[in-house]
């Protein structure tokens, strides 16, 4: 079994519009991607375009070294789950298992094993004999895992798999396909979702999209520190995107000065300045900018503080204050020079 | 019920006993009265007697009910395989999002108009047509059994064609596409998931298409053989002589019969629906 997938300038359009703008990205065996971005983004579609739901206007897509462009979905031996689970109502747990195998042909004596094997996986084992609507959600995300893992698919493909959880079962399922992911080392899963936690959480690595185009892809931690572009720094984890004027070394906010690493960024032009709320702290440091409170919200263990900076909103989250700056009051806020990301302008609109 | 005020909800019960009672229950009601009646002059109905019956339900009269039975349950068969069968191929051709041609929904449309035209035509004219088409070599039916079933087929088939149509279109493509990516060709796809989700529409439908066969006249009366007399005919026949109470009697026989196939027929609905 050769897993992985590759898309070779993949384009989707209905009619004249253009759901996916030449997408070119690898997937490695056992590797776990994530395209994320927000809806209407294309993401769903490239997934769709790996399963053959949608045939693509340019550009081929490989599973392993097969090129599958032009294949009907039943010869693509992927596995999917979908949001709605989309489980087959008039079949048992166990039939809905074994559906993969008996419309493959398996040998008939190995359905009942591997059947077996994959509710035991997803924990569903004791609920083999029941009917999907006897199920509760999370149950029924399991029972779909099981049917797609049964088929023994090298490719799995996941669209939104949790967004019909509520948040504490979502926490658990994702611990529970990272469990999966890590049994099964050599399946590659292509997972879409429009949730950063999920894809920080699960990934190894992050596809950004929007606007019908990949934006930016690494790992999540590259992703998160050192992001491309605006729409990276704001979609993956929060940011304070602050326009800069870029000098020699550092930039200027308003007539503030801040030591920055100006990296690649040429002197004079404008930029766009990246700090993460986290990284921002209270009172006098290295970068200072001084401005006046605008809201404070108590988050249990932080408190979040916006303040106006010359015009600009800051956000700083701070581990919970004994005493909370007062609305409208004056506050003094600093980052480290290392903790900034100068993003030159230009780069998100393609 | 909409209406929570007292008042409102006896209004309500009123206007229901004084418009629809009338028009839907007494007719049914007077014919089930005519057909115990000895004779009728008054305001009522008298000289109650079940005579009737021992006539409806003996010799010719239990012969037309067989024929009206195995006519509509022919017919119905009929319907259900084409309708489906058509209701199926135009929504693949009509489709959904891209990957479908101008002119392959053009085609989709096509069948939809051409299927629903029994439904706009007069089965009159129907009947005509199948008898003045099947007349003539190649295919001479004129004066068989199957004459009459198929023109019943052919009137049922548009019903049959717009239920199923219509609950494919409410049929959620995702259970056809988590059965495709598990590996299933398109027809184990159809056999094993959308005609067993589709079953409580096509059981309604075979339902319609019985009740609508076994009520058929217009078209049956311009085709039927004598050897194959269904129901209405022999009602028609019975109260065109002044045998009106035989005629009821057969009328009573007719609506008990059909009440009890579609009976049978939604219980088969109630355990074929699984949400």
């Known amino acids: 079994m050769s897993g992985g997938i590759r898309f070779d300038s993949v384009s989707v359009a209905y009619g004249k519009q253009v759901v996916l703008d030449s997408l070119d990205l690898t997937v ?35 599973i392993g070294d097969r090129d599958v462009t032009a294949l009907p979905p039943h010869r693509r031996g992927i596995g999917m789950v979908v949001q709605q689970y989309a489980l ?59 049917r797609a893992l049964a088929i023994r698919p090298g490719v799995l493909l996941l669209d939104e798999p949790l967004s019909a959880l509520d948040a504490q079962l ?28 999920e894809a920080l959480t699960l990934a190894d690595r992050i596809a950004v999209m929007d606007k019908a185009r990949l934006q930016d892809c690494g790992t999540p931690q590259e992703l998160y520190r050192r992001p491309r572009n605006e729409f990276t720094a704001s979609f993956v984890g929060n940011a304070n995107l602050l326009p800069v004027s870029v000098g020699v070394g550092s930039v200027s906010l308003g007539g503030a000065e801040l ?35 605008t809201e404070v919200q108590w988050r249990g263990a932080t408190h979040r503080v916006f303040a106006d900076v010359g015009g600009h909103s800051v956000k700083a989250d701070l581990r ?27 780069v998100t609109d393609g | 019920m909409l209406v929570h005020s007292r008042k409102g909800k006896w209004a309500t019960w009123a206007l229901f006993f004084v418009l629809f009672l009338p028009l839907f229950a007494l007719p049914l009601l007077v014919i089930v009265a005519a057909s115990f009646a000895g004779h009728w002059s008054g305001a009522f109905p008298s000289g109650f007697t079940g005579e009737h019956y021992s006539a409806a339900t003996r010799g010719e009269s239990l012969q037309a009910l067989t024929t009206s039975l195995l006519t509509a349950l022919g017919a119905s068969v009929i319907a259900l395989a084409a309708g489906t069968w058509a209701a199926l191929a135009a929504a693949a051709l009509k489709g959904r999002g891209s990957g479908t041609s101008r002119l392959s929904r053009l085609c989709g449309r096509t069948l939809d108009t051409l299927f629903m035209l029994p439904v706009a035509v007069p ?14 070599p190649p295919m001479i039916l004129n004066g068989t059994s199957t004459i009459v079933v198929l023109a019943h087929a052919l009137l049922v088939t548009a019903f049959a064609y717009q239920s199923v149509a219509a609950a494919i279109v409410r049929l959620d493509p995702a259970y056809e596409q988590a059965a495709a990516s598990l590996g299933a060709r398109p027809a184990y796809v159809l056999w094993r998931v959308k005609l067993p989700l589709l079953l409580p529409s096509l059981t309604a439908a075979a339902g319609l298409c019985f009740a609508l066969s076994m009520g058929e ?20 026949a019975a109260t065109d002589r002044g045998a009106t109470f ?20 939604s219980r088969i609905r109630t355990k074929a629906s699984y949400r």
Request: charged share 15%; proline share 7%.
């Open chain 2, 217 to 236: 006249l217009s078209a049956t009366m311009m085709l039927y053989p004598p050897d194959w007399t269904p129901l209405p005919v022999r009602i028609y």
């Open chain 1, 259 to 293: 030591k920055v690493d100006t990296g690649e960024v040429a002197p004079g032009v404008t930029a766009t300045l990246c700090v993460r709320p986290h990284l921002v702290g209270l009172g006098p440091g290295p970068n200072s900018l001084s401005g006046t409170v």
């Open chain 2, 123 to 136: 089965s009159v004219v129907v009947g005509l047509a199948v008898l003045v088409a099947f007349s003539k």
């Open chain 1, 320 to 346: 919970e204050l004994r005493e909370p700056p007062a609305l409208g009051s004056d506050v003094t806020l600093h980052f480290a020079p290392e903790d900034a990301v100068l993003l030159a302008a230009g």
């Open chain 1, 28 to 62: 490695e065996q056992g590797e776990v991607m994530a395209l994320l971005g927000p809806s209407g983004s294309g993401k769903t579609t490239a997934l769709r375009a790996v399963a053959g739901f949608v045939r693509p206007a340019s550009g081929r897509v490989f």
């Open chain 2, 246 to 265: 035989t005629g009821a009697a057969l009328a009573v026989v007719l609506m008990t019969a059909t009440l009890l196939v579609l009976f049978a027929v």
């Open chain 1, 88 to 146: 087959f109502p008039h079949m048992r747990v166990e039939d809905n298992v074994a559906f993969g195998l008996k419309a493959q042909k398996a040998a008939r004596a190995e359905i009942p094993g591997r059947v077996a094997d994959a509710l035991e996986m997803t924990g569903m084992a004791s609920y083999a004999k029941r009917y999907p609507r006897e199920l509760s959600g999370g149950q029924q995300q399991r029972v779909a895992i099981a």
């Open chain 1, 170 to 197: 979502r926490s658990g399922m994702l611990a529970e396909l990272a469990r999966l992911h890590r049994e099964l080392p050599d399946v590659s899963i292509l997972y879409v979702t429009h949730d950063q936690v």
